[in-house]
């Protein structure tokens, strides 16, 4: 469990630039949760996950990992990064190694694991994200853009975290490749409990598998709670440069139209679910006519 | 405007010694013609070869065979080469490597300015091009600054301001926030139907596709389907087993359809659903819930 309270964090502290990147956060992120962090660019979400794994120390507040102060003196840090794990945006950029078992062996090997260990979790590791034996020996530069991508979280996935946050995991990847990396995670969640912090751009991807949804504006949560209950605030959402997913402006359109129906589907598949329970009334409309 | 006949691109794969071990195929006979004025938007999955296809456009990558002729010039043609980067300008995925000046105006004016426009022109085309992507206000500034949206709208009246013909977007929204990715597409409209600026728009943001005038769906090399958004996107099994998608709105028309509701395939906005559904528009809208965000894009 992480507890973050009062935290804040502040760049170029003490000069005329000083800017406020997280402001006064506190909050709780239980284990084996799934949860979506959105915001526009420069709301703080990127600071905000650096936080949590001692990349960087608040300027005042406490992050706590497992009821310890990760900020204490004598906490070791370097160990919390394997507890938990960050994926940074365009993670293939980190790949280096000739062959894909090597390279996500680095994170362990770095653990000081042996080398045994190391390529027991590492081939592992691969397996849980989608590949199979024979793409071991294969050269990271030789994947495609979703698999490159699934090699690096492997990576990170081989120093067996607890917590697992990914900052925009789909970007730039096909929908197919971003269905399968979204699967992927969900299953790590399910399967691993593995706790899941999702930095996200996509209010479909984020609708579609989260369980709580933290929405950051100016280095603060401006909402927190389940999905249908964020996206039911689209106007708020829109405010802050963000949006409901499509989803939701479709079923409000029916509305206004006059269907009754209730708005807050996540997906497509529980909207055709809701308005399916409206057929009835649909077809008196037609025959109207 | 721009006529592609039997495109093909091989990538060769060099040892170290710089013999050619082998190739790879990555754009496959393509013929593709692109009128002058028109909207097209290029989908595929990646590795489909859209970027290489886009990338012959203005002559950053030459035909292996086949040719590529923007306004009638052959890319291959050493003497058109800058006649065709200034006709033909190309916008990328990311605005911070496309960014060059330390003031917007100044990033703006870089383009007419290696070609050697007069410096009172560079002005109005700065003016102008600032105009059409909606950021006067922010000429003053420091790109680095800028959010994601306002940085790739900086690198679009870049292109703009050497008064192009034509502007290819390869997937110019991929690193956007949700308003950073409106902001841009809507720029994108605003110069093809203001300013009548040819524009290929690469995305794999299928609600993206939907305004433009022909759609086209590259798989391996090859263009697998293509059609107005309504034709490509009525085929969602089609598309899917090309690793795309289609709109939320025309997947949840799919589901209702498939569940008995007597719906056409190809719905691509809220308001045609609502419409196909039998819904009237209301006489008295209620003005309390946003229910347009797509539509304004």
């Known amino acids: 469990m992480i507890e973050v309270k009062d935290a804040c964090y502040t760049y170029e502290a003490g000069t005329a630039m000083a800017v406020n990147a997280i402001d006064h956060i506190t909050t709780?992120?239980?284990?084996?949760?799934?949860?979506?962090?959105?915001?526009?660019?420069?709301?703080?979400?990127?600071?905000?996950?650096?936080?949590?794994?001692?990349?960087?120390?608040?300027?005042?507040?406490?992050?706590?990992?497992?009821?310890?102060?990760?900020?204490?003196?004598?906490?070791?840090?370097?160990?919390?990064?394997?507890?938990?794990?960050?994926?940074?945006?365009?993670?293939?950029?980190?790949?280096?190694?000739?062959?894909?078992?090597?390279?996500?062996?680095?994170?362990?090997?770095?653990?000081?694991?042996?080398?045994?260990?190391?390529?027991?979790?590492?081939?592992?590791?691969?397996?849980?994200?989608?590949?199979?034996?024979?793409?071991?020996?294969?050269?990271?530069?030789?994947?495609?853009?979703?698999?490159?991508?699934?090699?690096?979280?492997?990576?990170?996935?081989?120093?067996?975290?607890?917590?697992?946050?990914?900052?925009?995991?789909?970007?730039?990847?096909?929908?197919?490749?971003?269905?399968?990396?979204?699967?992927?995670?969900?299953?790590?969640?399910?399967?691993?409990?593995?706790?899941?912090?999702?930095?996200?751009?996509?209010?479909?991807?984020?609708?579609?598998?989260?369980?709580?949804?933290?929405?950051?504006?100016?280095?603060?949560?401006?909402?927190?709670?389940?999905?249908?209950?964020?996206?039911?605030?689209?106007?708020?959402?829109?405010?802050?440069?963000?949006?409901?997913?499509?989803?939701?402006?479709?079923?409000?359109?029916?509305?206004?139209?006059?269907?009754?129906?209730?708005?807050?589907?996540?997906?497509?598949?529980?909207?055709?679910?809701?308005?399916?329970?409206?057929?009835?009334?649909?077809?008196?409309?037609?025959?109207?006519? | 405007m721009i006529q592609i006949r039997n495109l093909i691109h091989d990538y060769l794969r060099r040892d170290e010694e710089g013999n050619v071990e082998g190739s790879q195929r990555a754009v496959d006979h393509v013929d593709l013609d692109v009128h002058a004025g028109e909207f097209i938007a290029i989908l595929g999955h990646n590795g489909s070869g859209k970027s290489t296809l886009a990338k012959h456009i203005n002559a950053l990558l030459y035909p292996t065979e086949g040719t590529v002729t923007v306004d009638g010039m052959d890319t291959t043609d050493d003497q058109y080469l800058w006649k065709i980067r200034q006709e033909a300008g190309m916008v990328f995925q990311n605005p911070d490597n496309q960014i060059i000046g330390q003031v917007v105006e100044e990033d703006v004016g870089f383009g007419p300015e290696n070609m050697g426009v007069p410096t009172e022109e560079i002005w109005e085309r700065v003016n102008e091009s600032l105009r059409i992507v909606q950021i006067e206000h922010l000429r003053k500034k420091s790109p680095n600054r800028l959010s994601g949206g306002q940085k790739q709208r900086v690198s679009i009246a870049g292109v703009i301001a050497m008064h192009p013909k034509c502007i290819i977007m390869d997937e110019p929204t991929a690193m956007l926030d949700p308003s950073g990715r409106k902001e841009v597409i809507r720029a994108a409209r605003a110069l093809n139907a203001v300013e009548g600026i040819t524009v290929i728009l690469i995305t794999h943001y299928m609600e993206e596709a939907i305004y433009a005038d022909r759609v086209f769906v590259m798989d391996q090399g090859k263009i697998a389907m293509q059609g107005t958004p309504r034709e490509v996107f009525s085929d969602v099994e089609r598309m899917k087993k090309l690793r795309l998608d289609v709109p939320q709105v025309t997947l949840l028309a799919d589901a209702l359809r498939q569940k008995g509701l007597d719906l056409p395939a190809g719905i691509l906005t809220a308001d045609e659903l609502a419409d196909a559904l039998g819904l009237k528009p209301q006489n008295k809208p209620r003005k309390t819930e946003s229910t347009d965000q797509k539509d304004t894009i």
Do not use: W
């Open chain 1, 28 to 289: 709780t992120i239980p284990d084996g949760q799934f949860i979506g962090l959105i915001g526009h660019t420069g709301s703080g979400k990127s600071t905000f996950v650096q936080l949590l794994n001692g990349l960087i120390k608040c300027s005042s507040g406490q992050v706590l990992y497992n009821g310890e102060d990760i900020n204490a003196d004598g906490y070791d840090r370097r160990n919390l990064r394997s507890h938990v794990g960050l994926v940074f945006q365009y993670p293939e950029h980190q790949l280096f190694e000739t062959d894909i078992l090597t390279d996500v062996m680095f994170g362990p090997k770095n653990q000081g694991l042996s080398e045994e260990e190391c390529r027991e979790r590492a081939k592992e590791a691969l397996l849980s994200v989608g590949f199979s034996e024979r793409h071991f020996s294969q050269s990271p530069f030789d994947l495609s853009g979703g698999q490159k991508r699934r090699a690096a979280i492997a990576g990170v996935l081989a120093m067996r975290p607890d917590v697992l946050i990914l900052d925009e995991p789909t970007a730039g990847l096909d929908p197919k490749g971003r269905d399968n990396i979204l699967e992927m995670i969900s299953e790590l969640n399910r399967t691993h409990d593995i706790t899941i912090l999702l930095v996200s751009h996509s209010m479909e991807d984020v609708a579609r598998y989260v369980e709580r949804i933290m929405v950051m504006d100016s280095g603060h949560f401006i909402l927190d709670g389940a999905p249908a209950e964020v996206f039911a605030q689209a106007e708020k959402l829109e405010e802050v440069g963000l949006a409901a997913p499509q989803i939701t402006y479709i079923m409000r359109k029916l509305k206004a139209r006059g269907l009754n129906i209730q708005t807050d589907a996540l997906t497509y598949e529980e909207a055709a679910e809701e308005i399916l329970k409206h057929r009835s009334e649909l077809e008196a409309l037609r025959t109207q006519e």
